[in-house]
């Protein structure tokens, strides 16, 4: 089975631009999260999806940040506008329903805003 | 609230020596803490290193271990002989609430000397 997939994998932005980042999960499973991570906060939750139906947003992201299920197998971050303090590495992760609390990461995008 | 709190890195240590990475957790709206490390190997997704789920019990896997401690809401991770390859950053979290949702901890660097 394929794992998480994002894309893409870098990303470079001017300040004010949105970017779209991309999220495919584990084939079947029902949980989607979105993560930032980073050096200072270690990884801060973003969005958690069951079954394409928003459980959490984070709360300080709220504002600029809006993640999406699109279907069960795609999800999508958007960042706008965007700001040089959103620099960081963008995580996408997966889990069954019953599976335990085990989530499956995606590789990352890594996002810099000049 | 709930939180999980681990040493800071960088942890250096020399190949072939032992290693301790703190955690601590405080657990106030969960009834069963599940008790997780994750690690991120350079260039690579995070991934499940070990869990446990059920308190005083130990997980293990490659070569490292943690212990589920109640008493002192502890979980933290020990290896008797460190090897290069070991280098990564390992996260503390926590989990066990209805849903699927998980606590990380800032996350520790480890670099290990040849």
């Known amino acids: 089975d394929a794992g998480v997939t994002q894309t893409p994998r870098h990303e470079v932005a001017e300040k004010g631009q949105t970017i779209i980042l991309k999220c495919e999960p584990v084939s079947g499973h029902n949980d989607l999260f979105w993560y930032r991570q980073t050096k200072i906060q270690g990884l801060e939750l973003l969005s958690y999806f069951r079954s394409k139906s928003l459980m959490e947003d984070g709360g300080a992201f709220k504002d600029r940040f809006k993640a999406e299920m699109l279907n069960s197998s795609f999800s999508t971050l958007k960042i706008q506008p965007t700001e040089p303090k959103d620099s960081a590495v963008y995580l996408c992760?997966?889990?069954?329903?019953?599976?335990?609390?085990?989530?499956?990461f995606g590789p990352g995008t890594r996002l810099t805003v000049l | 609230g709930d939180s999980v709190t681990q040493t800071e890195g960088p942890v250096t240590v020399s190949e072939s020596e032992s290693l301790i990475i703190n955690c601590t957790y405080s657990a106030t709206s969960i009834a069963y803490p599940n008790l997780f490390w994750y690690v991120r190997y350079p260039g690579e997704g995070l991934q499940l290193l070990l869990k446990v789920i059920t308190a005083g019990q130990k997980g293990s896997s490659r070569g490292f271990e943690a212990t589920y401690n109640k008493e002192t809401t502890s979980f933290h991770l020990q290896k008797a002989s460190v090897q290069e390859s070991d280098s990564a950053v390992y996260y503390c979290?926590?989990?066990?609430?209805?849903?699927?949702?998980?606590?990380f901890g800032d996350g520790t660097q480890l670099v290990v000397k040849p």
């Open positions: 992760a997966s889990s069954l329903r019953w599976g335990g609390y085990e989530q499956y």
């Open positions: 979290a926590l989990g066990g609430y209805s849903n699927n949702r998980i606590f």
